[in-house]
C-alpha cells in the first residue's frame, strides 16, 4: 500500500519560512519523479515544484521569484519543500505526490498524500 505522508506545515506570519516533508512508503521511490500542489480556498489545485527520480533540476511554478526549493533524499524516501519569504497568497492546503513521469498536471500523479495546511497571515 502506497502512503505519503506530508509533514511541516503551520501558521507562519508573511516573510517567514517553512519546510514541507513528504515520507512515501509502499513504493519504489527512485522510480518516480515526485511534486508538490497546493490549494487554496476557491482555486484549482496547483502545481508548485517537481524533482524528477535523479533528484537533478528541480522545476518551478515561478523559478524566477527563487523563494522555494525542492530536494529528495532516495535513500531516506523523502521529498522536502523550503519556502521562504512567504506571502498571505500562499495560504493553502499543499500535497505531495507521485508519478512515473515529472509533469505539472495533476492528472499525471499516480499517489498523493493528504495534505498540510499553511497559512501565512499577514
Known amino acids: 500500500q502506497v502512503q505519503l505522508v506530508e509533514s511541516g506545515g503551520g501558521l507562519v506570519q508573511a516573510g517567514g519560512s517553512l519546510r514541507l516533508s513528504c515520507a512515501a512508503s509502499g513504493l519504489t521511490f527512485s522510480n518516480y519523479a515526485m511534486g508538490w500542489f497546493r490549494r487554496a480556498p476557491g482555486k484549482e489545485r496547483e502545481f508548485v515544484a517537481g524533482?524528477?527520480?535523479?533528484?537533478?533540476?528541480?522545476v518551478y511554478k515561478d523559478p524566477r521569484k527563487g523563494r522555494f526549493t525542492l530536494s529528495r533524499d532516495n535513500a531516506e524516501n523523502t521529498v522536502t519543500l523550503q519556502m521562504n519569504s512567504l506571502a498571505p497568497e500562499d495560504t493553502a492546503v499543499y500535497y505531495c505526490?507521485?508519478?512515473?513521469?515529472?509533469?505539472?498536471?495533476?492528472?499525471?500523479?499516480?499517489?498523493w498524500g493528504q495534505g498540510t495546511q499553511v497559512t501565512v497571515s499577514s
Open positions: 524533482i524528477d527520480w535523479s533528484d537533478t533540476s528541480p
Open positions: 505526490a507521485a508519478s512515473r513521469a515529472l509533469s505539472y498536471r495533476p492528472s499525471t500523479y499516480d499517489y
